[in-house]
């Protein structure tokens, strides 16, 4: 595919526009909303990056993907629908992140814990198609119970499975999270084609590189600094474990998950005016 990546330096996140090039067909794959959490004001100047884009390349957006419901920024999913079209897709298993964090959230019985937010929910092995091109979803979970790999063509949008080699990979401390999940999600994705070009949901620039958004299998394979050169299971549930007993919440996982697990939808209160929760000692 035609891939072009956009970041969203505040939470450092790459969102991805991937065009069949054979039509003018398009994925967007983990929008951004813009969010001042001293305001709590929203805006979309990042999201209108990708609008405008799109609409200058003449695509036509059959999906907008989402590769776990993230924990550091707001998904702008719902406001690409509204501009560009295209079914919101996640793992099923964001019923699992639904039932966990609506509890935490003390969210009602009008909260729908079903999925049903969503246009589509992938299983693992599912197919789906982008113009002429096939594309497949690997459950990949351990950061969140609904973390999805996306495989269309010859490139896979792994979401938070993967860091780039110096990176390394994503916590595992959620609710919902498991290290030793993780490395066999890992697993997953290391088995895929050496040439197989990977694109990261997020890069930090670790030891002040400049900012990086694609590898390959062989390169996380050989370079990884958590599990490259053969690192066993035991290893790295025993680093991801106390590393992460180290990591403070994400500055937005509060706004971003009540978000998130909506499909973007911010949630109302009974007047219906946009409102959000603050549980104290909750997480």
């Known amino acids: 595919p035609s891939v072009a990546p956009f970041f969203h330096a505040p939470t450092g996140t790459w969102t991805y526009v991937v065009a069949d090039p054979a039509s003018r067909a398009a994925a967007v794959i983990d929008p951004v909303l813009d969010y001042d959490w001293r305001s709590g004001r929203t805006g979309t100047k ?3 990056t990708l609008v405008a884009h799109c609409t200058s390349e003449r695509l036509e957006v059959a999906w907008i993907l989402e590769t776990h419901a993230h924990a550091d920024h707001l998904s702008a999913a719902p406001y690409i629908q509204q501009k560009l079209g295209g079914k919101i897709g996640i793992g099923e298993n964001i019923k699992v992140v639904q039932e966990t964090f609506g509890k935490v959230f003390n969210e009602g019985t009008e ?10 929910l992938f299983k693992d092995g599912d197919r789906y198609r982008i113009g002429g091109m096939e594309a497949f979803a690997i459950h990949t979970p351990g950061h969140t119970p ?3 790999t996306h495989v269309i ?6 979401g938070d499975t993967l860091f780039m080699p110096d990176g390394g990979s994503a916590r595992a401390d959620f609710p919902g999270g498991d290290a030793g999940t993780l490395y066999d999600s890992i697993q997953k994705v290391l088995a895929l084609p050496d040439d197989m070009r990977l694109f990261m ?7 002040g590189r400049d900012i990086r958004w694609e590898t390959t299998v062989a390169d996380e394979k050989e370079h990884n600094i958590h599990v490259g050169k053969g690192a ?3 290893q790295f549930i025993k680093f991801r474990t106390e ?3 180290t990591l403070a919440m994400p500055r937005l996982i509060i706004p971003s998950l009540q978000v998130n697990m909506r499909a973007g939808e911010i949630p109302r209160d009974d007047a219906g005016r946009p409102m959000l929760k603050v549980p104290v000692n909750g997480l």
Do not use: I, L, W
């Not at 909260?111 to 589509?120: E, K, P, V």
């Not at 063509?153 to 792994?158: Q, S």
């Not at 949901?201 to 030891?207: E, F, I, T, V």
């Open 153 to 158: 063509g010859k490139a896979a949008f792994v």
């Open 201 to 207: 949901c997020h890069d930090y620039g670790p030891n």
């Open 243 to 245: 590393r992460d007993a």
């Open 111 to 120: 909260f729908q814990r079903d999925g049903s937010q969503f246009d589509a």
């Open 146 to 148: 609904a973390c999805m």
């Open 232 to 234: 066993t299971r035991e």
């Open 46 to 48: 990042s999201a209108d």
